[in-house]
C-alpha cells in the first residue's frame, strides 16, 4: 500500500466489499450478513465510515445510537433507534491485515467518537472480542461487568468510555 489511507461515509454500495474486509479480518468464523450491517447504516449512516487506500476499501466502522441496555442482539437487523440514546455504541470496526499499523483503525474510531460527542451522548460502548480488548484498552474504554446476548462468545467483554465529565 503506498497512498495514504483516507476516510469517507459509507452509503449501500460499499456493502459488498465491507463484507470482504470483515471476512479478512475474521476469517469464516465470524461473518455478520449485509442485511444486518446495512439495516445500522441505514438506521445511522452519520456514523459509519470507510477507509480507502489505492482505491481499495482497507476498514471500516459501524456505529449507531444506544440506550444503556447492555448490547443489542448480534445477527438480528435493529428494529429501531431507542427513542433516548443515552451512548454511541461501536458494533464493529475492521482493517484488513496488509493496512494495519498505519493508524487507520485509531483515525476511523475518531469519527465515531466525534459523532457521538457532537450527539451529546455520555459516552461510547462496544463489545470486544477478547483479542480487541488491549486495542480498545489504547483508545481510553475499560471493562463493564455485564451479561452479553448469546452469540458474542465466552470471551467477549462489554467495554465503555466516557465522552464528558
Ligand atoms: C484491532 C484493529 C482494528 C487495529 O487496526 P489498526 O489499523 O492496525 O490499528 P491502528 O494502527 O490505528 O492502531 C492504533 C493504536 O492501537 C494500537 N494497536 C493496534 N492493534 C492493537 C492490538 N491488537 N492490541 C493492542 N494495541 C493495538 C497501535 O499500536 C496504536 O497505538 P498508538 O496509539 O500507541 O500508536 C485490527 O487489528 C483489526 O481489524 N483486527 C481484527 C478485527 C477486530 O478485532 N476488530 C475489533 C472488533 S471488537
Known amino acids: 500500500m503506498?497512498?495514504?489511507?483516507?476516510?469517507?461515509p459509507l452509503c449501500a454500495a460499499d456493502l459488498p466489499d465491507?463484507?470482504?474486509i470483515q471476512r479478512a479480518a475474521y476469517g469464516d468464523g465470524y461473518q455478520e450478513s449485509a442485511a444486518v450491517l446495512g439495516r445500522k447504516l441505514e438506521l445511522?449512516?452519520?456514523?459509519?465510515?470507510?477507509?480507502?487506500?489505492?482505491?481499495?476499501a482497507v476498514g471500516y466502522v459501524f456505529a449507531h445510537p444506544w440506550d444503556d441496555?447492555?448490547?443489542?442482539?448480534?445477527?438480528a437487523p435493529l428494529r429501531a433507534l431507542p427513542a433516548r440514546a443515552g451512548h454511541g455504541f461501536v458494533h464493529d470496526l475492521a482493517v484488513v491485515p496488509a493496512a494495519r499499523g498505519l493508524g487507520v483503525a485509531a483515525a476511523l474510531f475518531g469519527r465515531v467518537r466525534d459523532w457521538s460527542a457532537?450527539?451529546?451522548?455520555?459516552?461510547?460502548r462496544l463489545v470486544a472480542l477478547a483479542d480487541a480488548v488491549p486495542f480498545w484498552a489504547r483508545q481510553g474504554f475499560a471493562a463493564l461487568p455485564a451479561v452479553?446476548?448469546?452469540?458474542?462468545?465466552?470471551?467477549?467483554?462489554?467495554?465503555?468510555?466516557?465522552l464528558r465529565d
Not at 44 to 56: K, N, S, T, V, Y
Not at 118 to 124: E, I, K, M, P, T
Open 2 to 8: 503506498t497512498a495514504r489511507p483516507v476516510l469517507r
Open 18 to 20: 465491507v463484507l470482504a
Open 44 to 56: 445511522a449512516p452519520q456514523a459509519c465510515w470507510l477507509a480507502q487506500a489505492d482505491g481499495a
Open 69 to 75: 441496555a447492555d448490547a443489542p442482539p448480534l445477527h
Open 118 to 124: 457532537a450527539a451529546g451522548h455520555r459516552g461510547l
Open 148 to 162: 452479553l446476548p448469546a452469540g458474542y462468545g465466552e470471551d467477549a467483554c462489554l467495554m465503555e468510555r466516557a
